[in-house]
């Protein structure tokens, strides 16, 4: 999904508009390992994001992850 969302919004995109992007156009997709222990709080990672350091990292991560695979298959 973040492949997605780096294809409709831009490979340089921020990662909290990322998540937003993600939690907007796939509401009920399985939530990243990070995202476990907050699951009661909320399935909107966007919000996630936002609000917990810990949620954020794993996000930034998974989006340079992808930029590089991106950048690679060109």
């Known amino acids: 999904m973040i492949f997605l969302a780096l294809n409709q919004l831009g490979i340089r995109a921020h990662y909290l508009l990322v998540a937003h992007w993600i939690a907007d156009n ?3 997709s399985q939530l990243p ?3 476990k ?3 009661d ?3 909107d990672i966007g919000w996630l994001a936002a609000n917990y ?3 954020a990292k794993g996000v930034m991560r998974d ?3 992808v930029r ?3 950048a690679n298959n060109k």
């Open 41 to 43: 709080l909320s399935r």
């Open 26 to 28: 796939f509401p009920n």
């Open 63 to 65: 989006v340079s992850r």
């Open 37 to 39: 222990k907050f699951k």
């Open 53 to 55: 350091k810990e949620v």
């Open 68 to 70: 590089i695979a991106m």
């Open 33 to 35: 390992s990070y995202c």
